[in-house]
């Protein structure tokens, strides 16, 4: 069993950063794939970014290059620093455990959302 607890969000003007964290617990933490995912209204949920047990990585293309993930595996955590945030990154957004996908449906574990709104 994985439990995962998201913070880091809020409001923030156009063009400006927000470092989301994802705290989990259980001692399989590093032999997970790590997402993190968003759902903004009336659209589906999205994976923005994920990482490996290995720390290889993935973006989607309309966040490659201002979006960043990182774990620790050492401290249970996994980040997302997101700059240069616009008003269609505005979305709630999950941390979630399981394999290394793009599908939502190939992780097991999920954060309870963190709201990131982005004002222009």
């Known amino acids: 069993q994985v439990q995962l607890v998201e913070s880091g969000g809020g409001l923030v003007q156009a063009g400006g950063s927000l470092r989301l964290s994802c705290a989990a617990s259980g001692r399989t933490f590093s032999t997970y794939a790590m997402g993190w995912f968003r759902q903004a209204p009336g659209k589906e949920r999205e994976c923005v970014a994920r990482i490996n047990w290995s720390s290889a990585t993935y973006y989607a293309n309309s966040v490659k290059g201002r979006f960043t993930i990182s774990r620790d595996n050492a401290k249970n955590t996994v980040n997302l620093q997101m700059n240069s945030l616009k008003p269609e990154d505005t979305a709630v957004y999950y941390c979630?455990?399981?394999?290394?996908?793009?599908?939502?449906?190939?992780?097991?574990?999920w954060g309870q959302g963190t709201q990131v709104t982005v004002s222009s």
């Open positions: 979630a455990a399981g394999r290394y996908s793009n599908n939502a449906s190939a992780y097991n574990y």
